[in-house]
């Protein structure tokens, strides 16, 4: 198989990658296995080998008898990988024989865990250490920073297990925790049983930590149940173009992605999307015109509003202080609420963009209080479907303009709007609203988003939550086309064909 990335230097971005060949949208770039893997640096106490949280009670690993694990029936069977290593337990067994290293200092220090399991890879893969140690930190200017104060406990702790007892550089844990910060990803930890959700941990993966940023990726990422990570295309993406994958959340505004950006990963993103104030002409950012009532107000780079439409200016004190009244707002209420959630929407509309994202992140969560209500609800009201399919359809315009191609979140909300029209179809159609033409008409609409749906599911993992969407998914798109044959079925009965609606479109056009 020929190789599908390279590896480039510059000087803006250090390494990156590179399309080594021309990639075509959901082929896969790269595998990769987690170097190093563990909780978030304020996490309470996990498993140290399966990463379910600790809550009352726990046991300690019966050959080292120093590390906390599950208590009872032990961890989850579904684990295939042991998080807490035959050379790591091998580790604490002789810290405790010499040293008499205590459970209750790994309890203490969980929140080192991913540093530790890091550096005692200088030991056991010298070749990985190598490369990790070769991953971009900043070190410079996190020096003297509150992040470095705060991992000074990390230091002590690594220290106390004589981990630096032949170290020279007197930063090598600040290194490591600054690669980690760099470079680290999101992973889900698995799910605690009975809640469902999970605990979220931090991996590092050597290949994947090459990606350079840009916040509009053309990369969709997936991580496993086992935290393999597997990085597809979401885009086609031409050999020679550099393989980007979005470091920040692409429903926030720029001047939070670029603080985001600047905070955690020390560079001003100067990206497209970055640098034009209309945020690709979704006005993601931008304000109502509080004098023609009609313009979008968007902020150049420079700070300076300035109305698309009538061109008049204002001061950042002016819209940037309604901008945070928004703000402050949806911090205080209740985001399970539809009716309080409907409230905001209505009353920040006046003041803000119709795409902008506090509205945005007002109508994910309103969609998903709806599908909370309607999944409750045995018989939900044609209203409440209707308004569900309407925010489906706000979101999805935006969605493909920020992250074109293959994304989860498109997924999500295009199979979310399929479910709606069916179950509002169904509806329409049982209370002789709509005919069975008019019927044939909804489904094949909510076929085609479903189809596109499945088609951005199809790379999901299988043992994701995702990958299980995808499964049930399957199962609706099967059951769908067996309501589309009934309906169709019915039509003919009465001695009909169905025409599409396309096609009555077409035929009314000759007749005109
Ligand atoms: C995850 S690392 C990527 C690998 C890194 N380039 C290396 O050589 O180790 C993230 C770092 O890459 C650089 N970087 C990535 N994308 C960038 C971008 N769009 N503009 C500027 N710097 C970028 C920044 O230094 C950032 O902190």
Redesign the pocket.
Known sequence: MTARYDIQKSE?????LIAARDLKAGESILTDEPYALGPNSDTSLVCFNCYLPLISKFLVCKNCAVAPVCPGDGCPDTLTKKWHSNSECDFFRNLKLTKGLHPMTMVQNVGSLLVLRAMLKRETDPAAWEEFMS??T?LDKRKNSSVWAYNESTVKFIKSLGLLDNVTDEDLVQKVCAAID??SFEVRGPPIPAIGCSEVLRGVYLKA??????CVGNTHMSINDNNVLVCHASTDIKKGDTIYYNYTDPLKGTALRQQHLLVG???Q???TRCTDSTELGTYMSSAMCPDCKTGYVTRTTEGQWTCQGCKKQFEQSNIGHKVQCCSDKLDVINKKDEKELEEYIRNVSKVLAPNHYLLLDATQRLAGVLRDAINREPHPTKKILRRKIQLCQELLPVLDKLCPGISRTKAITLYELHATMVQLAKKLFDSREITGTGYMDELLNAEKYLKQSLEMLFIEPGNSPEGELCAKALEEYRALKATMNAVLDGIHAEGKTYVSAAEREDNKKEVE
């Open positions: 803006e971005l250090g390494r990156y991953l971009e900043h760099v470079n930590a090459l990606l350079a940023h840009d990963k020390y560079f993103c100067t990206c």
